[in-house]
């Protein structure tokens, strides 16, 4: 069964680096989404991506965050800088289409900012 | 703005009983989704379940199925015969256009 895959599984990095965290969203799906959970807290909503480029995104996503899809399959988010209070677990999710509903998540990604 | 409220921070059972996790949302839209979502301890999010607002009837899925109460905005999940390896958090989620919201999570724990 197809599924959304992220990499890599766990990143450490030093405050004030920049990091690139990737997915490969199901092949034949159009909408994209990241999201973050904070250890202990709910999942939040950062940006959707659709027909390459960003269709909504919430108010964390600031001008530290960017998002790409630089081929037919890749799907990454980019901390330009980042903070300790980025640390947390980023999901990438996919969708098949406007008509579909339902978002299938991949494994995330722990990043850990120190 | 859309809110999920799960007001059970915490339950635990005997493997075999049933259980039932609360959800309520507010919205104002008459179109959209609900889903439960399990998150074991790897931390990855798995679909338990769905049910789109439209339907009247309950979505059932092996032993999940949810009670939907559009009127009171309530949408509860309901595990029969619960196993140890349904320990895990569920998040219930609302989805209108685009992104989900999700609640703050029942950690559910299994005990044998």
């Known amino acids: 069964e197809p599924e959304v895959t992220q990499t890599p599984s766990h990143q450490v990095t030093q405050m004030g680096q920049e990091v690139i965290l990737r997915c490969v969203p199901i092949?034949?799906?159009?909408?994209f989404y990241w999201y973050r959970q904070i250890l202990g807290q709910k999942v939040e909503f950062l940006v959707s991506?659709?027909?390459?480029?960003?269709?909504?995104k919430s108010e964390i996503f600031d001008d530290q965050f960017s998002v790409e899809r630089p081929d037919g399959s890749n799907f990454t988010l980019k901390i330009r800088s980042t903070k300790l209070e980025d640390s947390a677990m980023y999901f990438c999710?996919?969708?098949?289409?406007?008509?579909?509903?339902?978002?299938?998540f991949g494994p995330g990604t722990r990043l850990t900012v120190l | 703005a859309q809110t999920v409220t799960q007001s059970q921070p915490e339950m635990s059972v005997q493997e075999a009983e049933t259980v039932t996790l609360s959800c309520t949302y507010d919205?104002?839209?008459?179109?959209?989704?609900l889903f439960w979502y399990k998150q074991p301890p790897s931390r990855q999010m798995i679909l338990v379940i769905r049910?789109?607002?439209?339907?009247?009837q309950n979505a059932t899925e092996n032993r999940f199925s949810v009670n939907f109460q559009k009127a009171a905005k309530s949408f509860s999940l309901k595990i029969s015969d619960s196993q140890l390896g349904d320990t895990a958090m569920y998040f219930c989620?609302?989805?209108?256009?685009?992104?989900?919201?999700f609640g703050q999570g029942t950690r559910l724990t299994i005990n044998p």
């Open positions: 999710a996919s969708r098949v289409d406007p008509r579909a509903d339902t978002q299938y």
């Open positions: 092949s034949n799906h159009l909408y």
């Open positions: 991506f659709y027909n390459n480029e960003i269709s909504e």
């Open positions: 919205t104002s839209e008459n179109n959209y989704y």
């Open positions: 049910q789109e607002a439209y339907k009247q």
């Open positions: 989620a609302f989805k209108g256009a685009q992104k989900l919201v």
